[in-house]
């Protein structure tokens, strides 16, 4: 039981990577495409995504592959988050009704 908390665990943390590679390619696009602080945030978008394929491929080894790709919509929650973190975005009553929805279709596939 351990175990299985374990990786659950550093699946839900490699998800918490993924989202952050976006908040680095998202970041980048707010500068001009041939500049320094453009081109490292891409590199660091890049590198986190490397990451997060090395770690993807180990959680597929040891979690069933629906039980994992349901559970990679918490990105879109992941995503909402950075977003008023970072960007100073504002979660409108659609994107919260969205992410309800999203996270019920996570439930019903993950807690089968």
Do not use: D
């Not at 592959?65 to 659609?94: C, D, H, K, N």
């Amino acid at each position: 039981m351990k175990s299985k908390a374990k990786i659950y665990a550093v699946m839900y943390g490699n998800f918490v990577i993924y989202s952050l590679s976006l908040v680095m390619s998202s970041w980048a696009g707010r500068f001009p495409l041939v500049s320094f602080s453009a081109l490292w945030r891409y590199f660091a978008a890049l590198t986190l995504l490397g990451v997060y394929a090395i770690i993807w491929q180990q959680v597929l080894k040891k979690v069933p592959l629906t039980t994992a790709y349901g559970a990679r919509a918490i990105t879109v929650l992941l995503g909402m988050l950075w977003a008023v973190v970072f960007f100073s975005e504002i979660i409108t009553l659609q994107m919260a009704i969205g992410a309800v929805m999203v996270i019920i279709g996570m439930l019903l596939v993950v807690i089968k």
